[in-house]
């Protein structure tokens, strides 16, 4: 009978925090140490957003559901100007404009937040074009200076994973970050009894309680809510 063989221990890889991922890492710190965050976490039914979602792609649309949230969540925040702000030097800053930062993944796990600039000037079709474009954008490594800094409010999307709840972590000076989790699934009862099953996507909100309050934040999301549940869909 041979020998058995003894297994050869994995040897340990070290990587350099440097460059593009030393630069976030700092960005996250000094998020952490400055701004006073809390986060809100609330759901919402996909029925309403869904159905409109098919009607559009009936007619021929290219806006996927993503931009449909996107849509949504800019109306909202015209409706709720203190989290489309910034807070510097003790001042807080309510944008008239909704400069949406998005957060989008890169290779090697880096990340960055562009700026979708006026995007409450935008109809839906016309975030959908411009949200792919900044996409590619970064993809390609040719974002500007403004737009990597010019957002007023970002966004972050995980619904493509099983995480449906999580604490995104400001982009200072911004004083909201919205986070998009991923969907379930569940029976619902509705008024007759009956049971049917719906969708739930879970939502997100990290604030900075500085300039911010927990009740005006939560009132953000419950709107947000009532217009992706048909409320406020046309």
Excluded: W, Y
């Excluded at 996927?64 to 949504?72: A, K, M, N, T, Y």
């Amino acid at each position: 009978m041979g020998q058995m063989q003894t297994p050869q221990a994995a040897e340990n890889s070290t990587l350099p925090l440097k460059g593009m991922r030393k630069m976030i890492a700092a960005k996250m710190s000094e998020s952490l140490q400055t701004a006073a965050q809390l986060t809100h976490h609330a759901e919402c039914e996909l029925t309403a957003l869904q159905a409109r979602r098919a009607r559009l792609k009936a007619a021929g649309s290219q806006a996927s559901l993503q931009d449909l949230l996107l849509h949504e969540i800019v109306a909202t925040l015209k409706a709720h100007p203190d989290l489309n702000a910034t807070l510097q030097d003790n001042l807080i800053t309510r944008h008239a404009a909704v400069h949406l930062g998005l957060a989008i993944p890169l290779p090697d796990d880096l990340l960055v937040a562009p700026a979708l600039f006026d995007a409450d000037q935008l109809d839906l079709e016309g975030l959908a074009r411009a949200r792919r474009a900044l996409v590619e954008k970064a993809q390609a490594g040719k974002l500007s200076v403004k737009e990597l800094t010019g957002a007023t409010v970002t966004v972050s999307n995980l619904g493509l994973s099983r995480v449906r709840f999580f604490t995104p972590i400001l982009n200072v000076p911004q004083v909201a970050i919205i986070g998009i989790g991923g969907t379930q699934r569940r029976l619902q009862r509705e008024a007759d009894g009956s049971l049917v099953e719906r969708e739930f996507i879970g939502l997100s909100l990290t604030f900075d309680h500085r300039a911010v309050n927990g009740a005006p934040a939560a009132e953000f999301l419950d709107d947000l809510c009532r217009r992706l549940e048909g409320d406020e869909l046309p």
